[in-house]
Every structure is written in C-alpha cells, then in structure tokens.
C-alpha cells in the first residue's frame, strides 16, 4: 500500500480532490498503529490484550450491568448493535470507527497536537467499502444491521463495512459507520490494496499548524464531540493555539 505525506491543510484538501469517489470513508489515527478494534489490538509484545472468551464476556456482562441505565434496552436489536452501543461508553469490542467525513477524519488525526511531547506524524486511512465487501462478504453494499436478529458470524471471509442506527449523539455527529472484524483477521492495512485502502501520513511537526488551521474554519471537538465536556476542551484548546501562534510570531 502506498502512502502520501502531507504538511499542510491545502495539500490534504488537494489529496481528497483527486481521490477517487468510490473512498467514502475515513479514520484519524494520531499515529501510526495497525488498523485493528479495540477488542483485538496487541500489547508491545506483539500478544492479543484480550482472548476471545473475554471479548465476549465484556458485551455479555455489559447487557446484564446496563440495564437499569438505559431507556429503552429492549430496542437494540442484536449483538452488532450491543456493540455499538458498549463502545460509546468504552468497552472493548470488534468494530473500528470509521466516517463519511474526511475533514473529521484529519480533526481525529491531530486532535493530540498539543498534548504529545514528540512530534508523532499522524494517519488518515481512506477505504473503499464496496470493494473491501466484494472481497469478504461477495457483495459491493455496506451491510445494514438494523432491523436483523443478528449476523452469523462465520459469513465473511475478513472485515466488512456494517451500518446501523445512529445510536447516539456522537455516532450521528461524526457521520460514522463502522468496520466489523471477526475475532481472526488481520490488521485491515494487511490486504495491501490500493484499489480498497489508501494511507495519508501527516508529518508530525505539521500536524499542530493543521489542527490551528481547522480551528480557523470553525471545526473543532464540539463539531464532533456533542457534548459538555467538549465545550470546555475546545475552550482550553483555543488557549493552546493562540499561545502556539503567538510564539511561532
């Protein structure tokens, strides 16, 4: 798989113009780390974090705990969904966020700017869903799992693009659809496609110029963050970029 190295917010939009149609999806990463889910991602000596037998433990415990906390706990339709749902609040599982938008895509990338001692150059992943479901389930449309009892789990031959119902707030705000892994596969960087996959790098000296640069058009955490908290970080990050700009000045 070839990558592009980009220094400046212009450049990735020039990137974006000429990429081809069919890449309709993105994903930020703040550096370069194997595109696996949380729930299969490796520890430093290369070993799983978590064996399967506690991957499903963590969604089965997460319906038992989470019941009296939510409204209306019978309306999540299957496991997929449970997933959905248990990620937003932090529990490991088997789907990679991805988004239709790839200017939150490059906000996800940099958003850590500040807060890295090291220059880390950051990613942006651009995937093409219809030929990475061509390849694993023979068929080019995103999965819809709404309204389905559930996904067998042995349909797909590596990761498959899924949709569901805009759960939460968050989910609707980054416009997100989700990759689904099976317990299995390998990181999705492994089909080393061009035709399905193709990587940005962000050189990491840059990357704080770029995210003053969303800031300046009005695309900051509360865009895709919709809640309180993201309020007060884009109020604290406001502080960052001016501090930055003065002393580059």
């Known amino acids: 798989m ?9 450049e990735y939009m020039a990137f974006i113009e000429e990429l081809p149609t069919e890449f309709t999806l993105s994903r930020g990463q703040g550096g370069d780390y194997p595109l696996l889910p949380s729930a299969l991602r490796k520890d430093v000596s290369g070993n799983r974090k978590y064996p399967k037998r506690a991957i499903r433990n963590f969604l089965d415990e997460f319906k038992l705990n989470s019941y009296q906390y939510m409204a209306n706990p ?29 200017i939150v895509s490059l906000l996800f990338a940099v958003e850590k700017s500040f807060q890295n001692e090291d220059e880390i150059d950051a990613v942006v992943y651009f995937l093409n869903p219809t030929k990475l479901n061509l ?7 995103i999965i819809n799992i709404s309204g389905v009892p559930g996904i067998p789990s042995e349909v797909h031959d590596g990761p498959i693009v899924i949709q569901g119902r805009k759960i939460n707030q968050r989910v609707n705000a980054q416009k997100g659809l989700f990759v689904l892994f099976q317990n299995d596969d390998n990181p999705l960087e492994s089909i080393n496609n061009d035709s399905i996959l193709r990587k ?9 110029n770029i995210l003053s640069s969303l800031y300046s058009m009005g695309i900051s955490f509360s865009h895709i963050y919709p809640e309180l908290p993201s309020v007060a970080k884009d109020i604290v990050m406001q502080q960052d970029i001016l501090d930055y700009i003065r002393e580059k000045n």
């Open 74 to 102: 019978s309306d999540i339709e299957n496991d997929v969904e449970w997933m959905l749902y248990a990620q937003h609040y932090g529990i490991p599982t088997r789907l990679m966020d991805f988004t239709t938008s790839h």
């Open 135 to 141: 390849l694993n389930v023979q068929q080019e449309k």
């Open 200 to 208: 940005l790098v962000i050189t990491g000296s840059e990357t704080k």
């Open 2 to 10: 070839t990558s592009v190295i980009v220094n400046k917010l212009s």
